[in-house]
């Protein structure tokens, strides 16, 4: 089921935090998540009110209509690849306070996507967006075979690899490439340094530091963002070299963390 909160948006939102709160207050286990996401920061929800003011209602329209553009083609695909139809999920369209383009958590008692406008607009992935549709499916793919909350999943910081990369290799063989998250000279950099992501990423589970900096618009690693999707996209590449799709979805967790441990020492 789709739940497009858009219009409910546009109607409600005068450019005001107060406009803002009065449109999401009317979808409360949506609200409660943007605010559950910026506690898992150790931040409030009220400190990042002022992030709307960035963007007029032009670029919010121009999300929106890419969006419903590129959706149907992008869940038919899924239907065809993996057998999943729109009773298996829910989808959430919503302007929120940049907590994430897409996301996949749980709403309405279903598997669900959560599409931020904001977001989509802020990192201008308007011509991307069909990529990032079908990056987010692979989590729900993901999700479903494995019958298993991702977010409980990567709790564990290391499982991002993990789930990342399967969701990218999902975005890759529906879209190819560029994907959503490229831009100039990305994909090249990445691969010319896929060593040095490696003995960082490895660094820093031996030495139990942040893996935020592979992942997320915020963060930077080496001057470049997103490097750990990349290196998520490898992962999966290698392990299909000895398992099916299927059975590298359905992974356990202590076998996960054993064989990326292995790929980065690779």
Known sequence: MIFDTFQDFMERWDGSPEGWIAYISGYPEL?????ADYAGYGASWRDYLRLLDKRKPE?????????????????AYIERLFGITQDDY?????????????????????????????AVAELGWYDGIAGLIAHEFGHLVHWLMRNEDLEKLEENAIMGLYTEGFAQRVEDSITGRPWHLEYDGWFEWCTRNERRIKEEFARRVRENEPLNPFFGSWYELFGMKFTGYYLGYRFIRWLEETLSFEEIAKLEKEKVRGMILEFLEG
Do not use: R
């Not at 996949?104 to 406008?117: D, H, Q, R, S, W």
């Open 59 to 75: 670029e919010f329209n121009k999300a929106y209509e890419c969006f419903m553009g590129a959706l149907p083609k992008i869940a």
């Open 90 to 118: 829910n989808i959430v369209i919503y302007v929120g306070l940049e907590n994430g383009a897409g996301w996949v958590t749980e709403f309405k008692g279903k598997p669900a996507i959560l599409f931020g406008l904001e």
């Open 31 to 35: 609200f409660e998540k943007i605010k």
